[in-house]
């Protein structure tokens, strides 16, 4: 079974950075086709927040353009999201998924909160 684990949350200031971690957890036995981070915070959707596909280049929210990086390790089969210049408004929960065969994996989640 295949498990997805986010680590790196917490509070920050704004201003700072701050290092997202997501690792697959099981055995190693396929490659996901696209790994990504989304975000949610009450009472909305939850959104995109950068997707990176095999072999293709990274893609950004606007809203993180420039300050979000999504480095992503195809031999562990994990991917990071590098947050720089946090604002108040990238608090939320942010969630890893990866998606292999047509199959989407969601870790649990972590929180961010930006503090002004």
């Known amino acids: 079974q295949v498990q997805l684990v986010e680590s790196g949350g917490g509070l920050v200031q704004a201003g700072g950075p701050l290092r997202l971690s997501c690792a697959r957890s099981g055995r190693n036995i396929f490659s996901f086709d696209s790994m990504a981070w989304y975000r949610q915070t009450p009472g909305k959707q939850r959104e995109l927040v950068a997707r990176i596909r095999t072999g293709g280049s990274p893609n950004y929210a606007d809203s993180v353009k420039g300050r979000f990086t999504i480095p992503r390790d195809y031999a562990k089969n994990t991917v990071d999201l590098q947050m720089n210049s946090l604002k108040p408004e990238d608090t939320a929960v942010y969630y890893c998924?990866?998606?292999?065969?047509?199959?989407?994996?969601w870790g649990q989640g972590t929180q961010v909160t930006v503090s002004s």
């Open positions: 998924t990866a998606s292999s065969f047509g199959v989407d994996y």
